[in-house]
């Protein structure tokens, strides 16, 4: 009988051996099967989830949209390879070869390789083949290094070729942040902005007419060649003289000489930058500009309505500053603002050299702050200025929000800070105000608006007061009031210029301070409003996305210095422990349960 219960007992073990390795293979197949079908669907069903806040992993919506809609294939080749390539730049190939696997996620038509140009070329190839970038607008950068050999230049070509059908362009993906931080974090922040902005270039058949208007003692083209030259990556930009024509900024033609009867068609621009106007404008050019705006132009206004100046104060010491009369304010009235005839002095400002004695015959500078010269850190969250983080301004006005029409919605864009102090013209400007020590009770108004957005159905100003010489005009279709547009204004025309140096004939960007060889955003927030301006609202998503990091706060670590300390110890041996437990408590659980089980074999054997 004994003899009999342990053959009994091996044969359930074996069993139960048996029964075991078929439960894990089993296990295994279906876990096999599993993984098959999640890749098979995976090939039909695409999704990812970000859980990071500022969504630094995830593709803007018009950039899905345009992907998911593209028509023919792009092809991206992207020239950030080779072996001696370094180590920050291997780094940024791979989030560039990461963001273009996104691409190619939400479209099959987009095809990318990394080539190395370079590679097997003697000195006289690469010197030919770097020529080429040049031309196509990818200049190479000489990183320098030094090793057992002695010093050596590896040139870099700092982006890629976008090619779609016949034609290609350019995408410079390493770029330099204005502010002279790193150009890794930053050219990472830019990178979704500069791959899908030559693949929108090369997808329009036409780009959006934008004009810079002349005739009124505007900046000249050397004052603005700067931001005109990075308009026309998206934009077809000219300058315009309206001198009283009537089709300076419509189409309008002879449709038959014997009849004398016109043909009338739309505007010949999408918007229009007037950028500081120094002289009147008379009825003609205003009657221009108010039809141009009714038929849903776009216009950029950025105004001094005073003569103050800092050219003015090269030559002397100080100036009398006095109201501009540019006689446009009747405009401005019935779009909804006003630009005032004043001077914003703000305790946020930038500094100025300025004469404070002389050695001998030379002459001694000093650096003092200057509060006519602004420091604009104050933004709303609109994306026209939600990546700006510093604007330059000179001589700043403040505006008003006026009228009643329900139809038009107004957006203060950024504003002076909560130190301000408003000087009404005339007056005198002196560099005085700068070595002097402020009376803080002076800088009493908050938040003064520099720039305004207005946008909805404007009303004409010149609506039940068109004047007796107009008359003749009106079968050129006078329209009283606008389809829904969009107008920026600002109080400052002195943020579109750009320094010229003329000694290199070559401009500085827009915003950039000669004195402190600092760059602000200007020329960002220039670019901005042509964009929203344009509608082109997909671009303008995309450079308003912000990758903040994550930042300690000292002050709340050293007042919390033993609790964090406290927990950081406790908490992960309660952690341990609770686990612990938890694993001897199924430990017991599960060895209970099978010496029970054994018993009960025992038991019923011995029986």
Same mark, same amino acid.
């Given at each position: 009988?004994?003899?009999?219960?342990?053959?009994?007992?091996?044969?359930?073990?074996?069993?139960?051996? +048996?029964?075991?390795?078929?439960?894990?293979?089993?296990?295994?197949?279906?876990?096999?099967?599993?993984?098959?079908?999640?890749?098979?669907?995976?090939?039909?069903?695409?999704?990812?989830?970000?859980?990071?806040?500022? #969504?630094?992993?995830?593709?803007?919506?018009?950039?899905?949209?345009?992907?998911?809609?593209?028509?023919? +294939?792009?092809?991206?080749?992207?020239?950030?390879?080779?072996?001696?390539?370094?180590?920050?730049?291997?780094?940024?190939?791979?989030?560039?070869?990461?963001?273009?696997?996104?691409? +190619?996620?939400?479209?099959?038509?987009?095809?990318?390789?990394?080539?190395?140009?370079?590679?097997?070329?003697?000195?006289? $190839?690469?010197?030919?083949?770097?020529?080429?970038?040049?031309?196509? !607008?990818?200049?190479?950068?000489? &990183?320098?290094?030094?090793?057992?050999?002695?010093?050596?230049?590896?040139?870099?070509?700092?982006?890629?070729?976008?090619?779609?059908?016949?034609?290609?362009?350019?995408?410079?993906?390493?770029?330099?942040?204005?502010?002279?931080?790193?150009?890794?974090?930053?050219?990472?922040?830019?990178?979704?902005?500069?791959?899908?902005?030559?693949?929108?270039?090369?997808?329009?058949?036409?780009?959006?007419?934008?004009?810079?208007?002349?005739?009124?003692?505007?900046?000249?083209?050397?004052?603005?060649?700067?931001?005109?030259?990075?308009?026309?990556?998206?934009?077809?930009?000219?300058?315009?003289?309206?001198?009283?024509?009537?089709?300076?900024?419509?189409?309008?033609?002879?449709?038959?000489?014997?009849?004398?009867?016109?043909?009338?068609?739309?505007?010949?621009?999408?918007?229009?930058?007037?950028?500081?106007?120094? #002289?009147?404008?008379?009825?003609?050019? #205003?009657?221009?500009?108010?039809? /141009?705006?009714?038929?849903?132009?776009?216009?950029?206004?950025?105004?001094?309505?005073?003569?103050?100046?800092?050219?003015?104060?090269?030559?002397?010491?100080?100036?009398?500053?006095?109201?501009?009369?540019?006689?446009?304010?009747?405009?401005? /009235?019935?779009?909804?603002?006003?630009?005032?005839?004043?001077?914003?002095?703000?305790?946020?400002?930038?500094?100025?050299?300025?004469?404070? !004695?002389?050695?001998?015959?030379?002459?001694?500078?000093?650096?003092?702050?200057?509060?006519?010269?602004?420091?604009?850190?104050?933004?709303?969250?609109?994306?026209?200025?939600?990546?700006?983080?510093?604007?330059?301004?000179?001589?700043?006005?403040?505006?008003?929000?006026?009228?009643?029409?329900?139809?038009?919605?107004?957006?203060?864009?950024?504003?002076?800070?909560?130190?301000?102090?408003?000087?009404?013209?005339?007056?005198?400007?002196?560099? #005085?105000?700068?070595?002097?020590?402020?009376?803080?009770?002076?800088? %009493?108004?908050?938040?003064?608006?520099?720039?305004?957005?207005?946008?909805?159905? /404007? $009303?004409?100003?010149?609506?039940?007061?068109?004047?007796?010489?107009?008359?003749?005009?009106?079968?050129?279709?006078?329209?009283?009031?606008?389809?829904?547009?969009?107008?920026?204004?600002? %109080?400052?025309?002195?943020?579109?210029?750009?320094?010229?140096?003329?000694?290199?004939?070559?401009?500085?960007?827009?915003?950039?301070?000669?004195?402190?060889?600092?760059?602000?955003?200007?020329?960002?927030?220039? &670019?901005?409003?042509?964009?929203?301006?344009?509608?082109?609202?997909?671009?303008?998503?995309?450079?308003?996305?912000?990758?903040?990091?994550?930042?300690? %706060?000292?002050?709340?670590?050293?007042? +919390?210095?033993?609790?964090?300390?406290?927990?950081?110890?406790?908490?992960?041996?309660?952690?341990?422990?609770?686990?612990?437990?938890?694993?001897?408590?199924?430990?017991?659980?599960?060895?209970?349960?099978?010496?029970?089980?054994?018993?009960?074999?025992?038991?019923?054997?011995?029986?």
């Amino acid at each position: 009988m004994k003899l009999f219960g342990k053959k009994s007992n091996t044969k359930q073990y074996a069993d139960g051996s +048996r029964q075991f390795k078929r439960n894990t293979l089993l296990g295994l197949l279906v876990a096999i099967l599993v993984v098959l079908a999640v890749n098979i669907l995976s090939s039909f069903l695409f999704f990812r989830i970000d859980l990071t806040k500022d #969504k630094r992993h995830s593709l803007s919506k018009g950039t899905i949209e345009m992907l998911e809609n593209l028509e023919d +294939r792009i092809y991206v080749r992207v020239y950030l390879k080779g072996k001696d390539q370094p180590a920050d730049y291997q780094l940024f190939a791979k989030q560039v070869e990461q963001m273009l696997q996104d691409f +190619r996620s939400y479209s099959k038509k987009v095809y990318f390789e990394f080539i190395d140009p370079l590679e097997g070329k003697t000195n006289d $190839e690469v010197n030919g083949i770097l020529g080429e970038f040049v031309k196509k !607008g990818l200049d190479p950068i000489p &990183i320098s290094r030094e090793d057992a050999n002695g010093f050596s230049t590896h040139m870099v070509i700092p982006g890629a070729i976008v090619s779609y059908r016949d034609h290609e362009y350019p995408a410079k993906l390493v770029v330099a942040d204005p502010s002279g931080a790193d150009w890794l974090q930053y050219s990472i922040e830019e990178l979704e902005y500069n791959l899908v902005s030559p693949i929108r270039r090369l997808m329009k058949t036409e780009k959006p007419n934008v004009a810079f208007l002349d005739g009124h003692g505007e900046l000249d083209f050397w004052s603005t060649c700067w931001t005109a030259m990075q308009l026309q990556r998206f934009y077809n930009t000219s300058r315009i003289i309206l001198d009283g024509k009537i089709n300076a900024l419509r189409h309008i033609s002879v449709a038959d000489s014997a009849s004398q009867t016109l043909k009338l068609g739309d505007n010949r621009y999408d918007v229009l930058i007037v950028a500081q106007p120094t #002289k009147p404008f008379n009825e003609y050019d #205003k009657y221009i500009l108010d039809q /141009f705006i009714m038929r849903g132009g776009k216009v950029l206004w950025l105004i001094d309505n005073t003569t103050a100046s800092l050219d003015s104060l090269q030559s002397t010491p100080e100036f009398f500053a006095t109201p501009r009369s540019l006689y446009i304010n009747d405009l401005f /009235f019935t779009y909804g603002v006003r630009i005032n005839p004043n001077l914003i002095q703000d305790l946020s400002c930038l500094p100025i050299p300025q004469q404070v !004695g002389m050695i001998g015959d030379q002459p001694q500078f000093k650096f003092m702050a200057f509060p006519y010269s602004l420091d604009v850190v104050n933004f709303s969250d609109h994306p026209i200025v939600r990546n700006i983080k510093e604007i330059k301004s000179d001589f700043a006005g403040s505006i008003d929000l006026v009228g009643k029409n329900a139809n038009l919605q107004k957006t203060v864009l950024m504003t002076s800070s909560e130190r301000s102090k408003l000087v009404p013209t005339p007056s005198i400007v002196t560099l #005085k105000v700068g070595i002097a020590k402020p009376n803080i009770q002076e800088f %009493a108004f908050r938040n003064l608006p520099m720039a305004v957005l207005v946008e909805g159905e /404007f $009303e004409s100003a010149f609506k039940g007061i068109l004047p007796v010489e107009f008359d003749t005009l009106k079968e050129l279709d006078y329209r009283a009031k606008s389809v829904p547009t969009r107008q920026i204004f600002v %109080a400052d025309g002195d943020i579109i210029r750009n320094p010229f140096d003329k000694k290199r004939n070559q401009p500085y960007p827009a915003g950039y301070d000669i004195y402190t060889r600092t760059m602000f955003d200007n020329t960002q927030f220039i &670019i901005n409003c042509v964009n929203y301006l344009c509608a082109d609202d997909d671009l303008l998503q995309l450079r308003a996305k912000n990758f903040k990091i994550g930042a300690l %706060a000292p002050d709340k670590i050293r007042s +919390r210095k033993t609790l964090l300390a406290t927990l950081n110890i406790v908490i992960p041996l309660l952690l341990i422990s609770i686990l612990g437990v938890v694993l001897i408590l199924t430990r017991k659980l599960k060895y209970s349960r099978s010496a029970k089980t054994d018993t009960n074999i025992s038991s019923q054997q011995r029986q």
